[in-house]
């Protein structure tokens, strides 16, 4: 009730207002502290030089956007534009084998970048997988890519098979545990589409397609096998009308995208000033709030980069790539949070979607909910700090479907019935708010700290109480329903394109 109401375009202004001036006002308490903090002792070792000629220093706390594009930024334009060259003269000659020509190139990319052992082991890992997948057995296959995870997380595997990586560099330790970690989602993927398809005998070959396939090797996003493999299979592809205008804007926002950051880093030092927790605990409220809401927005950017990079090669190879995460602002509702689309739909289709159903029973859901996050605590790598993460992010997403259901029948419901829709719209979105700082609360766990957002959580809840909680609930309540009148304003705007179709 309430989701397709309108609200007084007043009311809306006056939302807008509040939360442009709010964010105005505790971006300026961020900058001021930047400017406060720059030449701390501690500040030392993330905060370096930049921009010199204009007295400006630079947040490089995040090791890998720095490396990304630092001394790793040629590599990776070098090896993806190799991959676009070689492609299109594939699809030119011999567009019936391109999908081979993905392979070999993936292949020596990674022979080329981790040594010939690595690409042993991964090949190792293949074959393995690929194997059982021929037993037709689901819960074996799911059970041997999960064991093959485990052993790329877990000491002492890990450590004897980090060792067949060649040389040491800066991004060493990452590029290992991507390339394995996806590795064995894809070939799960295969095995698991092989079983489900057992008219159809994929072969060997066609797993290696799928799994050297550079642009998604090392950090996806991971397209589930059934896709990747219907899409590459064709040999004459045909571009929708439009497409490389969209291929070329999405190629533009990236850049635009990492400039923004480059910029944003010489003025605001949001991944430094939380590791100084005597400097952010004097922080005004606002400015603190700031912070741990923008900590999170620079994960979702730091994502979105990656993905838009990526995935512009994709569709340049005529493939239509899982899209971006959902931009945290309009994230207040634990079913859509995610980081990473690609994984979200692999543990949608092959666990949660399968042991939940239709996600509308409680048990089914708190299951298919455990097992997620289970094997989600595995991917990330178990220690404490992933452990809170998913217990706490398990238990806001069935706490979202308990407080549904009692909202659904009996007094809540009889309640809900007797306001207007407007008004109905209005509790939702306090609601909303609510859930909100909770989805920020749950992910800076695993993002910062647990001592920064316990400093976080005690400032905003406990000595800010009740002027700086409900100061923030009620702006985060505009900006939920900001949220929702966009959500509103496309959804008419579909049902109107269907219309029309319907029409002609």
């Not at 030449?39 to 630079?58: D, L, T």
């Not at 393995?128 to 799911?142: D, F, H, N």
């Not at 400015?287 to 340049?316: C, E, H, I, M, P």
């Not at 400093?455 to 905003?460: K, Y």
């Amino acid at each position: 009730m309430g989701i397709k109401t309108a609200l007084p375009a007043a009311e809306l202004g006056l939302y807008f207002l509040v939360l442009s001036g709010s964010l105005a006002y505790a971006g300026r308490g961020l900058l001021e502290a930047s400017q406060d903090g720059a030449h701390r002792k501690a500040f030392r070792e993330s905060v370096r030089p930049g921009w010199e000629y204009i007295g400006r220093k630079m947040d490089v706390a995040d090791f890998e956007w720095v490396m990304w594009f630092t001394s790793f930024r040629n590599v990776i334009i070098f090896a993806l534009s190799g991959h676009v060259l070689f492609a299109k003269l594939c699809t030119m000659v011999a567009p019936q084998l391109r999908s081979w020509m993905y392979a070999v190139y993936g292949a020596l990319a990674v022979m080329g970048t981790m040594g010939p052992w690595y690409l042993l082991l991964l090949l190792g890992h293949c074959v393995a997988l690929y194997v059982v997948s021929l037993l037709g057995q689901p819960w074996l296959c799911l059970g041997l890519g999960l064991a093959s995870l485990a052993s790329f997380k877990m000491d002492p595997l890990i450590s004897w098979q980090s060792g067949f990586v060649t040389g040491t560099f800066d991004l060493q330790e990452v590029l290992f545990h991507g390339g394995c970690g996806f590795t064995v989602l894809r070939c799960t993927s295969f095995a698991l589409e092989s079983c489900a398809r057992p008219d159809r005998r994929y072969s060997l070959a066609d797993l290696l397609k799928y799994n050297f396939y550079l642009p998604f090797f090392f950090f996806g996003p991971i397209m589930t096998f059934d896709r990747f493999h219907t899409q590459v299979s064709e040999v004459e592809p045909v571009r929708p009308e439009g497409e490389l205008w969209r291929i070329r804007a999405q190629a533009g926002l990236s850049v635009v995208a990492i400039i923004a950051v480059d910029i944003f880093f010489h003025f605001f030092y949001i991944l430094t000033i939380p590791n100084d927790l005597k400097f952010a605990n004097r922080l005004p409220d606002s400015a603190l709030a700031g912070l741990a809401y923008s900590n999170l927005v620079y994960d979702w950017v730091k994502a979105a980069v990656l993905f838009g990079v990526v995935n512009t090669v994709a569709r340049l190879d005529h493939l239509d790539p899982p899209q971006p995460p959902k931009c945290i602002t309009a994230l207040y509702v634990f079913g859509e949070t995610h980081f990473d689309r690609g994984i979200n739909d692999w543990l949608c289709k092959y666990v949660y979607d399968h042991l939940g159903g239709e996600h509308s029973a409680v048990i089914p859901e708190l299951v298919a909910s455990v097992a997620t996050f289970a094997i989600t605590t595995l991917w990330l790598g178990p220690c404490d700090i992933v452990y809170l993460w998913s217990f706490l992010n398990c238990f806001g997403l069935n706490f979202e479907l308990w407080v549904q259901k009692l909202a659904e029948h009996g007094p809540l419901a009889q309640v809900e019935a007797r306001l207007s829709e407007q008004m109905s719209r209005r509790v939702r979105a306090l609601c909303g708010a609510i859930n909100f700082w909770a989805i920020i609360m749950y992910n800076l766990v695993s993002l910062n700290s647990f001592e920064f957002t316990e400093l976080v959580a005690r400032r905003l809840l406990l000595t800010g109480f009740p002027q700086t909680t409900l100061a923030i609930l009620f702006v985060t309540y505009c900006g939920v329903q900001l949220v929702k009148e966009r959500e509103r304003t496309l959804a008419l705007e579909e049902e109107q394109r269907k219309d029309k179709e319907k029409l002609e």
